[in-house]
């Protein structure tokens, strides 16, 4: 979907931003580029749309050179959700939502109708929010205007540059939430930029984690968590064996509310033994004394893990 080949990012007085750096994002996964301060992950996000150009190697959408691309072209296909929300003031919310789809030339049924779906999908009533300024809305709400008018013209990649640090910890949590149910529903290539491990582990398939330009690491939020590739990756990552010992399996599951078939765990299996079947198998029912008590799936314990570890080596146990 979106490969770098080489890709490196120098500026006249000789920084080097982006040093070298190759991979590739996959359709439909969450694609989280992680690390401190410096370490290049905004502006490689930037190169993907030439709002930042590179300097050295090649940038591919669809086995397509992005230089290629008429500029219009490739970013109306890349919805972009800023910190800074920028919602236009003086637009009602549907105006600022409408704003790529008129350019476009949709028809105003279609853009209405789209409005109408997209504010009902993150949880915003389309007859109460649609002719609201962006004044009359919480930080939460903007926020979630602002994700959906990425994606009001149904593009393929949404880009998303640490769109949830800005807000209070209840309203972050509720719109990852929101993002990973969304992405359940929509499928998109979405490439996420953040400083937080936890937001990492909770939202991505993959984590690609820069520093200095390079990458140190990537690979699943399992991979980096048990595998950590150096010392600056688990100091970053914060894993610890303790998280193993703090695990019990029953305090991660969720009650079984209907008759779902899949593969089955014992309650007293560990961390490890859990992450191996669940890389294999979506869900696992869990047994205990012969009787299934309830069940489990990545994301509850990729949720669990995210709980238990901080940036800076030490876990939260």
């Given at each position: 979907?979106?490969?770098?080949?080489?890709?490196?990012?120098?500026?006249?007085?000789?920084?080097?931003?982006?040093?070298?750096?190759?991979?590739?994002?996959?359709?439909?996964?969450?694609?989280?580029?992680?690390?401190?301060?410096?370490?290049?992950?905004?502006t490689?996000?930037?190169?993907?749309?030439?709002?930042?150009?590179?300097?050295?190697?090649?940038?591919?959408?669809?086995?397509?050179?992005?230089?290629?691309?008429?500029?219009?072209?490739?970013?109306?296909?890349?919805?972009?959700?800023?910190?800074?929300?920028?919602?236009?003031?003086?637009?009602?919310?549907?105006?600022?939502?409408?704003?790529?789809?008129?350019?476009?030339?949709?028809?105003?049924?279609?853009?209405h109708?789209?409005?109408?779906?997209?504010?009902?999908?993150?949880?915003?009533?389309?007859?109460?929010?649609?002719m609201?300024?962006?004044?009359?809305l919480?930080?939460?709400?903007?926020?979630?205007?602002?994700?959906?008018?990425?994606l009001?013209?149904?593009?393929?990649?949404?880009?998303?540059?640490?769109?949830?640090?800005?807000?209070?910890?209840?309203?972050?949590?509720k719109?990852?939430?929101?993002?990973?149910?969304?992405?359940?529903?929509?499928?998109?290539?979405?490439?996420?930029?953040?400083?937080?491990?936890?937001?990492?582990?909770?939202?991505?398939?993959?984590?690609?984690?820069?520093?200095?330009?390079?990458?140190?690491?990537?690979?699943?939020?399992?991979?980096?968590?048990?595998?950590?590739?150096?010392?600056?990756?688990?100091?970053?990552?914060?894993?610890?064996?303790?998280?193993?010992?703090?695990?019990?399996?029953?305090?991660?599951?969720?009650?079984?509310?209907?008759?779902?078939?899949?593969?089955?765990?014992?309650?007293?299996?560990?961390?490890?033994?859990?992450?191996?079947?669940l890389?294999?198998?979506?869900?696992?029912?869990?047994e205990?004394?012969?009787?299934?008590?309830?069940?489990?799936?990545?994301?509850?314990?990729?949720?669990?893990?995210?709980?238990?570890?901080?940036?800076?080596?030490?876990?939260?146990?």
């Amino acid at each position: 979907m979106i490969s770098f080949e080489n890709v490196s990012k120098k500026y006249q007085e000789g920084t080097s931003a982006v040093d070298s750096i190759s991979f590739t994002v996959h359709q439909g996964e969450v694609f989280v580029l992680i690390g401190p301060s410096g370490s290049g992950k905004t502006t490689t996000l930037k190169m993907m749309n030439r709002l930042i150009p590179l300097t050295e190697g090649t940038i591919y959408i669809d086995g397509k050179k992005i230089s290629d691309y008429n500029i219009h072209e490739l970013r109306w296909n890349m919805g972009y959700v800023l910190q800074q929300i920028a919602l236009f003031p003086h637009m009602t919310i549907e105006e600022n939502i409408a704003i790529v789809p008129e350019l476009k030339q949709w028809n105003k049924d279609k853009i209405h109708h789209r409005v109408t779906e997209l504010l009902s999908m993150v949880g915003l009533d389309p007859d109460i929010y649609r002719m609201r300024k962006p004044s009359e809305l919480s930080g939460g709400e903007q926020q979630r205007v602002g994700v959906i008018r990425a994606l009001a013209a149904d593009p393929d990649i949404i880009l998303m540059d640490e769109p949830f640090s800005a807000l209070d910890p209840i309203s972050r949590e509720k719109l990852q939430e929101d993002l990973i149910h969304l992405q359940k529903a929509i499928k998109k290539t979405i490439v996420f930029v953040t400083h937080d491990m936890n937001e990492a582990m909770k939202l991505a398939d993959r984590i690609c984690l820069m520093d200095h330009g390079k990458i140190i690491q990537l690979g699943t939020p399992q991979e980096l968590i048990q595998h950590p590739k150096n010392e600056f990756v688990e100091n970053f990552v914060g894993a610890s064996a303790n998280l193993d010992s703090a695990f019990h399996l029953e305090e991660v599951m969720s009650p079984i509310q209907d008759n779902r078939q899949c593969p089955t765990i014992l309650v007293s299996a560990t961390l490890d033994e859990v992450l191996a079947r669940l890389a294999v198998q979506e869900e696992l029912l869990v047994e205990k004394d012969g009787n299934m008590i309830g069940y489990v799936n990545r994301q509850m314990i990729i949720g669990h893990l995210s709980k238990h570890v901080r940036v800076g080596g030490k876990a939260n146990v």
